[in-house]
DNA sequence: GCTTGAGTCGGACGCGACGTCGGGGTCTGG
DNA sequence: CCAGACCCCGACGTCGCGTCCGACTCAAGC
């Protein structure tokens, strides 16, 4: 019996078999004269024996062990079960996301707790600001955890005709317009700023974080606006030191 | 922030940031002038969004096209869910195998299937030959497939104590002794094969190989014996050919 | 300034179970 | 005797990092 034959047989390839002769899994059968390897049938029982055990999950490392000791299965099979059930665990988790971000349409590179309430990208946003809304949002989710962001973001909300008022401003915007925005922008804000306040989880890294993406991502006009929020709110309450959403 | 910082939080080792880096899949941030990475929060915001896209399964390989176009992300999502789940389907497989090879007490080197009869090692019988009997069945189970093992082995059977007489056999064995053994077995053995030529599915590199597994594992006796059992069965039927069970 | 200790760097190897490639030899039917 | 199928071995590739190494850097204390 040559090795293709005894590989077709036992369902394996030529190369598996090479292999477990490598790492001495199975003896080496005595040669041809021109050096091809010449199975026997108890080369096939061995080998069944071994396809057997390693699609039950045992490494073939460990698999000699158990092939000579037949009473040491009975701890294998519990740990072999163990790491199959953790692994099963951990797929269906991982299809439970995938079905949740589907279904919120929520895009893949945010938690999928999130796909609920996930908004929508408002229309006329510029690509770059949609893209610091998204970018905010991966950020905050993880900096915060569910729980908290849910309450920050899930409850009072600054209504898309403020925040694209804020977006659209530019350096040739007129100053009524702007210090317009910081009002509207309060209102909304004030409320956000008193609920964030009664969240324990909230660390000071966590907000100099949010803070540091606005100064990256906006343009000078809205760190500005930002800025003199911040200013406000300090002033109304001695609430120091968080930046709003924007 | 230096990598252990942002490594922290976004949950992952340094060294899973230096891989990212390695294979392109994240922008090597301005060094110190000691040569140390200097991370901005916008690196930290592309980690998370790799970190989230990677628990979901994607290969960090096509990670980066993902990244940049959103709208790839449906069939995406169902290539991941398509091998999440045949994972599944695997895993639960091999743990149904495992329940079933521990509730039939089966070595784990046999096919689950075969749980709920499988014939517990006769007291008394040479390890040697008890070994056979185990390699009879690997071989057989897996060379006939479930069904006409079943049917096979499952139903009729040579009684314990006429294998044990069987194999107690030696060189030094009386004469009628030997012919008392080749009776019995006759006896056992000739319904055997009569429903074992009514299966379609036994083909002869089967039990040719079966036959040489008796050829290697049994005594220069039990040979003799089975060789005068064939003889005697072929002369009660015209059937040729096939080795009995021993 | 000098030292110390914690952190960082890049390179290289390891892992697990083989797949794949390449260059060369061997067998078998016609 | 030759073509084509089969076999050999060695070596590198896969995937996502873990681990170790020797050399360096940085902030703090003395």
Redesign the interface.
Known sequence: MLSSELAA??GVTVRTLRHYHQIGLLPEPPRSSGGYRRY???H??RL??VT??A????PLSVLPS??DD?TA?EE??DE??DR??A??ER??R??A???A??RGGT?????PELSAWHPAPEAGTPTDMARHEH?QL??AA??LGPAAFRSLFGGLTVPPHVTARFYALGPDSPDDEVASVVDALLAHVEPIMAELANLPQLDSRASE?LE??NE??LGPVQRRVLRQLQLRLASSESDPGHSGRA
């Open positions: 047989l036992a026997e049938v108890g096939l029982v069944l024996r057997r055990l699609s039950l999950g045992v158990v092939l037949p299965a294998l099979l072999l079960d199959a059930s692994e099963i797929l269906t991982r299809r996301d995938i079905a971000l589907r895009p893949p590179d945010l938690p970018e991966v950020l993880h900096l974080l540091q993406l990256q991502n």
